[in-house]
């Protein structure tokens, strides 16, 4: 595997991610009906999803195929990859389902609203962790370092594809959680059904990623090619039908009842994750240097700001009219 990269700046945002994760343990503890239910898709969703997609990117990445990527190594790792990429891809999603646990709305709108919110959010950590190449033991390697096909569309060398598959990846482990979610309450909350489907809907979710539903949603194919100007088609679609269902649901159904109140303190790492993450990207984007992309990064970090302090401000009127 190769020897230790220290880059303090790697450090710092890997501790961060650690701290906040560890924090994120003890509100599932603290605040989830079954604890142990949650942390188990916390587990399986870091070890079984993430992790296993990733690893796979990397390894094809390694030997030099084009359309892939490579990470730079962390004190943490399974295998090529930081354990802090796949926990604080969990984060957002599970922050985002347990906030919209607070809203009485649809649950086939659950997919879309998490899958665009992890989109967003990957707007304001991506393009910084491109930028970030430092000088190691190991010669010059980047945070993160994708190696786009020739020709295709990409942002800041990005394939534009690799932020629509945010609303996929979050979508279908959404889908799939939900649906073992309600299996589990019919069994009558059964401790096999709760510690299986977990392990179930990773193992499906990742069926689902590798199959060819992914490439229709990341460039309609077989229809077109992976060059072809569809990339953007298809980012600015799901976004638009994303961003459609998230207006749906909060404009017609909001007012239904909300469940339970947002706290700042008793939330804080809810809170964390969506604001907290997006502003300490923009700060090493601006201390980094990496003007270029920084316009992006506060745009990423303004959107989900204005979503937080959206439900935010519905959830108190809620409360105080009630």
Same mark, same amino acid.
């Given at each position: 595997?190769?020897?230790?990269?220290?880059? $303090? /700046?790697?450090?710092?945002?890997?501790?961060? %991610?650690? !701290?906040?994760?560890?924090?994120?343990?003890?509100?599932?503890?603290?605040?989830?009906?079954?604890?142990? %239910? /949650?942390?188990?898709?916390?587990?399986?969703?870091?070890?079984?999803?993430?992790?296993?997609?990733?690893?796979?990117?990397?390894? +094809?990445?390694?030997?030099?195929?084009?359309? @892939? *990527?490579?990470?730079?190594? &962390?004190?943490?790792?399974?295998?090529?990859?930081?354990?802090?990429?796949?926990?604080?891809?969990?984060?957002?999603?599970? &922050?985002?389902?347990?906030?919209?646990?607070? !809203?009485? !709305?649809?649950?086939?709108?659950?997919?879309?609203?998490?899958?665009?919110?992890?989109?967003?959010?990957?707007?304001?950590?991506?393009?910084?962790?491109?930028?970030?190449?430092?000088?190691?033991?190991?010669?010059?390697? =980047?945070?993160?370092?994708?190696?786009?096909? &020739?020709?295709?569309?990409?942002?800041?060398?990005?394939?534009?594809?690799?932020?629509?598959?945010?609303?996929?990846?979050?979508?279908?482990?959404?889908? @799939?959680?939900?649906?073992?979610?309600?299996?589990?309450?019919?069994? =009558?909350?059964?401790?096999?059904?709760? *510690?299986? *489907?977990?392990?179930?809907?990773?193992?499906?979710?990742?069926?689902?990623?590798?199959? $060819?539903?992914?490439?229709? @949603?990341?460039? +309609?194919?077989?229809?077109?090619?992976?060059?072809?100007?569809?990339?953007?088609?298809?980012?600015? &679609?799901?976004? %638009? !039908?994303?961003? =459609?269902?998230?207006?749906?649901?909060? %404009?017609?159904?909001?007012?239904?009842?909300?469940?339970?109140?947002?706290?700042?303190?008793?939330?804080? $790492?809810?809170?964390?994750?969506?604001?907290? @993450? $997006?502003?300490?990207?923009?700060?090493?984007?601006?201390?980094?240097?990496?003007?270029? /992309?920084?316009?992006? /990064?506060?745009?990423?970090?303004?959107?989900?700001?204005?979503?937080?302090?959206?439900?935010?401000?519905?959830?108190?009127?809620?409360?105080?009219?009630?």
């Amino acid at each position: 595997m190769g020897s230790i990269t220290l880059v $303090p /700046v790697w450090m710092i945002q890997d501790i961060l %991610v650690l !701290i906040i994760a560890t924090l994120m343990v003890f509100y599932i503890i603290n605040n989830e009906e079954r604890p142990k %239910v /949650v942390l188990m898709q916390f587990i399986c969703f870091v070890f079984f999803y993430a992790a296993a997609f990733e690893n796979v990117a990397v390894f +094809m990445g390694s030997i030099g195929k084009e359309g @892939f *990527y490579s990470y730079g190594r &962390s004190i943490l790792m399974i295998f090529n990859v930081p354990i802090t990429v796949p926990i604080i891809e969990f984060l957002i999603i599970y &922050s985002t389902l347990r906030v919209l646990k607070t !809203i009485n !709305i649809p649950s086939w709108t659950k997919p879309f609203i998490t899958g665009l919110t992890a989109m967003i959010f990957d707007f304001s950590l991506d393009p910084v962790a491109v930028k970030q190449i430092f000088q190691t033991s190991e010669g010059i390697i =980047g945070r993160w370092s994708y190696y786009p096909i &020739s020709g295709e569309p990409v942002i800041y060398g990005e394939p534009v594809m690799n932020f629509t598959g945010w609303i996929y990846i979050a979508g279908y482990w959404t889908i @799939f959680i939900l649906i073992g979610e309600w299996w589990h309450k019919k069994k =009558g909350y059964s401790n096999l059904i709760g *510690y299986l *489907y977990p392990f179930l809907a990773s193992i499906l979710s990742l069926i689902c990623l590798v199959s $060819p539903i992914s490439n229709f @949603f990341n460039y +309609m194919g077989p229809f077109f090619n992976r060059t072809s100007n569809m990339q953007w088609v298809m980012l600015v &679609s799901l976004s %638009v !039908i994303s961003l =459609g269902i998230l207006v749906l649901a909060f %404009v017609k159904f909001w007012d239904r009842r909300f469940v339970c109140s947002l706290n700042f303190r008793k939330d804080f $790492p809810i809170m964390f994750t969506f604001l907290g @993450f $997006p502003l300490i990207n923009t700060l090493f984007c601006i201390l980094g240097g990496y003007m270029e /992309v920084l316009w992006l /990064v506060v745009l990423a970090e303004l959107l989900l700001l204005i979503g937080w302090c959206g439900i935010y401000i519905l959830n108190k009127k809620f409360f105080l009219r009630n």
